[in-house]
């Protein structure tokens, strides 16, 4: 049977197929043990300032990565690639706590090969989007948020549909599975300074929000 809504209420867009929203997944000591790990993680690999290929206009966000390979946007398009684009050096390894996830939450055949880590400072966004630099599209796309929450947009395969938003909060993990894994997704804004968790830790005293994004590259085999 149709359900009725109210007059003047449209029916909520409903969410993607294969979209999981885990809610508090870590909690606020795994939190802290994971940004620790992230820390060690920018020491090694700082943060970068991504460029949109042709104009060379710079994103919101700075960018690292972790793992095998390294999510990278610059004059030349994106990529995947070995090495840090201002260092030179290899990734430095996944900590172990997101290998974990990934098998917890996704039981794909094969790890993930990539985490892109996504600092938001104040102001910083991120616009309507799909992952599709990788591969291994049956493989889905995890991420983790951290710090200040955000508004997070999701919508159809196609980029003019309707979208659904919702605050994903510190220690939330985010899907994208299934037909999800294809839906055109992004951050609208992030309430800077409201949660204080990267400001604790050294390393990430500007604060903000940092976002973990595991995927897998290659197919598996
Ligand atoms: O920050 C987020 O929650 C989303 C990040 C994202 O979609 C991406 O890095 O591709
Ligand atoms: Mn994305």
């Known amino acids: 049977m149709a359900v009725r809504q109210p007059p003047g209420r449209r029916a909520p867009v409903p969410l993607p197929d ?11 000591a795994a939190q802290r043990t994971l940004l620790a790990d992230v820390a060690a993680v920018i020491d090694a690999a700082p943060f970068f300032r991504p460029t949109m290929p042709r104009t060379g206009q710079p994103l919101s966000v700075m960018m690292t990565n972790c793992g095998p390979l390294g ?3 610059d004059r030349d398009g994106y990529r ?5 684009p201002v260092t030179g ?9 997101l290998t974990q996830l990934w098998s917890e939450v996704t039981g794909y055949a094969a790890g993930p090969e990539a985490c892109l880590v996504n600092w938001y400072g104040e102001g910083a966004r991120m616009g309507l989007h799909v992952d599709a630099d990788e591969h291994a599209p049956d493989a889905p796309v995890v991420s983790v948020s ?3 929450p955000a508004l997070f947009r999701i919508g159809g395969p196609a ?4 979208t659904r938003s919702l605050w994903l909060a510190s220690g939330d993990v985010v899907v994208l599975g299934g037909g999800a894994r294809h839906c055109y997704h992004g ?5 800077f300074g409201e949660n204080g968790l990267l400001a604790s830790v050294p ?3 500007a604060g903000g929000r940092i976002n973990l994004t595991l995927r897998r590259v290659t197919p598996p085999g």
């Open 18 to 28: 294969g979209f999981l929203h885990l809610a508090g997944h870590f909690d606020a």
């Open 146 to 148: 951290l710090g200040d």
């Open 159 to 162: 980029r003019r549909g309707r």
């Open 80 to 84: 995947y690639q070995v090495d840090h």
């Open 89 to 97: 050096r290899r990734w430095p390894t996944f900590p172990a706590a």
């Open 71 to 73: 999510w990278v946007s």
């Open 187 to 191: 951050v609208d804004r992030v309430r």
């Open 203 to 205: 390393g990430l005293a």
